[in-house]
C-alpha cells in the first residue's frame, strides 16, 4: 500500500513532535556502527516500499543538495550553458563554503513532482535520503535532521526506536 498525503504529513509531524527525543535515541545507537547499517538497510527497504517520493517531494521543496563541482559541470552541459551562467542562475555559497541552491522549491522540481534533470541531477539528490548508505554512523546528524524533511526517514527512524 502506498502512503498519502496525510500519511506524510502525520508522519513529519510525528518526527517535528519527538525532535529532540529522536536526536537523543540517534546519539545513543551510533556506537553499533555495522549492526546499524544491517537495521537502516532493512528497514530502508521496507519502508521505500510503501512510500512514493513523487507524492511527497518535499526534500525538493524545502532543501537543498550541496553540488560539487562534477554536478556543476554535467548540468551545465546538459542545460546547454557555461558553468558560470549555472552558478549565476541557480546557486549560492552557503555558511559552510557549499553550493546550493539559491531559492527553494528547486527551479527543476516540474510537474507532478518529477525532476526535469533527474539523468542529471546532484549526487546528494540521488543519494537522498541516505538511509541506504555504507556506515550510516558517520551521518546520524544529518538522519535527525532529514527525519522532518522526508516522511520515509522519519519511519525509518521510527521503527529503529521501538527494536533498539
Given amino acids: 500500500m502506498i502512503l ?17 527525543d529522536t536526536g537523543r535515541f540517534l546519539k545513543r545507537i551510533k556506537k553499533q556502527k555495522k549492526r546499524l547499517d544491517d537495521h537502516f538497510h532493512k528497514h530502508h527497504a521496507e519502508v ?38 549555472f552558478i549565476a542562475s541557480y546557486l549560492q555559497m552557503d555558511e559552510d563554503g557549499d553550493m546550493v541552491l539559491k531559492s527553494s ?8 513532482n ?27 546528524k544529518l538522519t535527525h535532521k532529514n527525519t522532518v524533511i522526508c516522511p520515509a526517514v522519519a519511519r525509518i527512524v521510527d521503527r529503529l526506536q521501538h527494536i533498539l
Fill in 4 to 20: 498519502d498525503d496525510h500519511e506524510y504529513h502525520k508522519d513529519i509531524t510525528k518526527a517535528l513532535d519527538r525532535y529532540n
Fill in 48 to 85: 521505500f516500499e510503501q512510500v512514493d517520493c513523487l507524492s511527497c517531494a518535499n526534500c525538493c521543496k524545502t532543501t537543498s543538495p550541496i553540488f560539487y563541482q562534477s554536478d556543476i559541470s554535467r548540468l551545465a552541459k546538459a542545460l546547454k550553458m557555461s558553468e558560470s551562467d
Fill in 105 to 112: 522549491p528547486c527551479p527543476f522540481l516540474g510537474y507532478n
Fill in 114 to 140: 518529477e525532476c526535469i534533470i533527474y539523468n542529471h541531477r546532484p549526487k546528494a539528490c540521488r543519494e537522498y535520503p541516505h538511509t541506504d548508505r555504507k556506515n550510516v554512523y558517520q551521518i546520524l
